[in-house]
């Protein structure tokens, strides 16, 4: 993904660094290397954001991944 690419789809989402780094599990700060093409952003958090862009897959069902899990140990 490039960044082009990167920052179309966050504004797509409305999404900021913070989001992104939220969603992709990373820090604000590497959310900004990709956006400037210092560092490439990894596959699995590019086809997430294309996920979410295309609406194949929901913010809602993202954040209930990431979410603590009760009862799980």
Request: charged share 15%.
């Amino acid at each position: 993904m490039t960044p082009t690419t990167l920052k179309a789809i966050m504004l797509d989402l409305e999404f900021n660094t913070n989001d992104v780094a939220v969603i992709c599990g990373v820090t604000r700060r590497t959310t900004q290397l990709w956006t400037s093409g210092r560092s490439p952003v990894p596959q699995s958090c590019a086809l997430v954001l294309m996920g979410l862009a295309d609406q194949i897959i929901t913010l809602d069902w993202i954040l209930d991944q990431i979410a603590p899990r009760s009862g799980m140990n």
